[in-house]
C-alpha cells in the first residue's frame, strides 16, 4: 500500500472497507458457513433453524455470496470450499477465533481518535462474561495464527544442541509444542497467566507431548523465573509494554538462562525511521487502542533492549515472515 498511487476510488474504497469486514465477522459470529459446509440450503431453512430474522439473513447471505466466501445456486446456499476449510467450526484448519479477537477489537478502533487525543487506551470496560469471551476468541486465536506460522519458524532456529526452553507469555503452548516436535530432545515449559492453563494443557494432551511441556502459572511482570533454561523465547509479548518493563522482562529472563543461553524474540519489526511495514505501524496504533504503554518497536530498539539486558550477539534471524514479523536473536554471556 505504501507504492500505491492514491486516488478518490481508492480512498472511498479504504474508507469503507469494513463493510465486508463487518460482514464476514458477522457470519463467522452466527455460524453461517458452518451450517452451510455440508449441503446446499434455503434461506428460510437456515433461518428457521438459527432462529434467525428471514429478512436480515437474506441480506447478509447475498453479501456474502457477493464477497465469494458463499455459493449461491437458486434458491439455495453453500460455503465455498475455502470457507469451508477456514471458517466452518468443524475443520481443523478453523481462522474463526482470530476473525472473532478481531471483532472484539471494532469498537476500541472507532475510537482510536479518542486514544490519540488522551494517550490512553479507548477500549470500552466489559463485563466479567464477556470478558471470558474474548479472552477465550484471544488466546484461541493466537493459536490460530501460530499453527500458520509456527511450522515455518521452528525449522528455521537450531535448537538442536538445547535441551530446556522457556516460552515466556506462550498463552496456547503453540511455539513450545512446535518446538519440541522439531527438537526430540527438547523440553519446555510455558509461563502464562492463571487463566490460560486449561487452554495451554488441553493443546499438550491434544499434540501427546505431556511428558515433555509443563506450564507454570504465573505474572511475567512481577512473578519469579523458576527454573533454568539454555534457551527462552518471547512471541508477541514486548508489544503488550512499554519500554521500562520490556527492559525488565528481558532482564528477569536472562537471568533464567544458563550462561551460553540463547533468548529468542518474535515481533512485528518497525523498521528504524518506524514508518514501515505497513502492518506493524498500524499494531502499533492497536497497542495504543488497548494498552497503557504498549506499542511496537524498531529492529534498534529491540536491539538496545537487548544490549541492556546483557545479550552479546545480537541479530535479527535472515527469514521472511509475513506482516512484518521478525525474530531477534541474543546470547547471555558464558
Not at 429478512?55 to 446456499?77: P, T, V
Request: charged residues 20%; negative net charge.
Amino acid at each position: 500500500m505504501q507504492n500505491m498511487t492514491w486516488t478518490p476510488s481508492e480512498l472511498l474504497n479504504m474508507s469503507g472497507s469494513y463493510w465486508s469486514t463487518c460482514a464476514l465477522h458477522a457470519g463467522v459470529k452466527l455460524e453461517l458457513f458452518t451450517a452451510l459446509s455440508e449441503a446446499p440450503t434455503t434461506m428460510p431453512e437456515l433461518a428457521k433453524r438459527l432462529s434467525l430474522n428471514e429478512r436480515g439473513l437474506a441480506m447478509l447471505l447475498d453479501a456474502l455470496a457477493a464477497l465469494e466466501l458463499l455459493s449461491k445456486q437458486g434458491a439455495s446456499y453453500q460455503s465455498t470450499p475455502f470457507a469451508t476449510q477456514f471458517l466452518s467450526t468443524n475443520s481443523s484448519a478453523y481462522l474463526g477465533h482470530i476473525i472473532l479477537h478481531h471483532h472484539h477489537l471494532v469498537e476500541g478502533w472507532a475510537r482510536l481518535d479518542e486514544a490519540v487525543s488522551t494517550g490512553a487506551p479507548s477500549r470500552a470496560r466489559v463485563s466479567h462474561e464477556s470478558a471470558e469471551v474474548e479472552r477465550e476468541s484471544f488466546l484461541l486465536g493466537m493459536f490460530n495464527l501460530a499453527m500458520l506460522l509456527a511450522p515455518q519458524v521452528v525449522k528455521q532456529i537450531d535448537l538442536s544442541q538445547r535441551k530446556q526452553l522457556l516460552d515466556l507469555g506462550g498463552g496456547p503452548g503453540t511455539y513450545a509444542i512446535h518446538f519440541c516436535q522439531h527438537n526430540p530432545e527438547l523440553q519446555a515449559t510455558i509461563f502464562d497467566l492463571p487463566t490460560t492453563r486449561t487452554i495451554a494443557e488441553q493443546t499438550i494432551r491434544q499434540f501427546d507431548l505431556q511428558e515433555r511441556i509443563n506450564f507454570v502459572a504465573g505474572d511475567f511482570q512481577d512473578d519469579a523465573l523458576t527454573g533454568c533454561y539454555d534457551v527462552a523465547w518471547l512471541s508477541h509479548v514486548l508489544h503488550g509494554e512499554g519500554a521500562a518493563e520490556c527492559g525488565k522482562m528481558l532482564r528477569k529472563t536472562v537471568d533464567a538462562l544458563e550462561p551460553g543461553g540463547l533468548l529468542l524474540v518474535q515481533e512485528f519489526i518497525l523498521n528504524d525511521s518506524r514508518d514501515s511495514p505497513l502492518f506493524p505501524a498500524l499494531f502499533s496504533l492497536n497497542m495504543l487502542i488497548g494498552t497503557p504503554q504498549g506499542q511496537a518497536y524498531s529492529e534498534g530498539e529491540i536491539k538496545a533492549l537487548f544490549e541492556v539486558a546483557g545479550l552479546h550477539d545480537i541479530e535479527r534471524l535472515p527469514m521472511e515472515l509475513p506482516n512484518g514479523a521478525g525474530v531477534m536473536c541474543g546470547r547471555k554471556p558464558e
